[in-house]
């Protein structure tokens, strides 16, 4: 017998984006700063949508999905945080044709 999954209403949308943002930035660090130069609620909003279902002009998230957008965000706030520190020299970037992969490395460490 197959298990129902057990679904979260969001009553407010953008409450509910603006408190997953702040917890998957905590999840990365004590001060995240302004998080609006990583990630906006617009986006965060727009994952939301297009990882839960809608009925009734409600949205449900299952739990396994709530977490799948929280990593997102993670994943969103590192990235922009290592496009910062390449933009602004702090660090090396290339890409990684054997890996298909972008590639990081202090710009110290080889100096």
Known sequence: MKKKKSMMLIDNLQQYSESVR??????????????DAYVSIKQVENLVMSTS?????KYYISEKK????IETIMNMIY???????AGSDKIECAWDDESN????WSKTQYE
């Open 79 to 85: 990235g922009v945080g290592l496009a910062k520190l």
């Open 101 to 104: 992969s972008m590639v990081f």
């Open 53 to 57: 279902r809608v009925k009734n002009n």
């Open 22 to 35: 702040e917890f998957a930035a905590a999840q990365l660090s004590d001060d995240a700063g302004d998080l």
């Open 66 to 69: 709530h977490y799948l957008v």
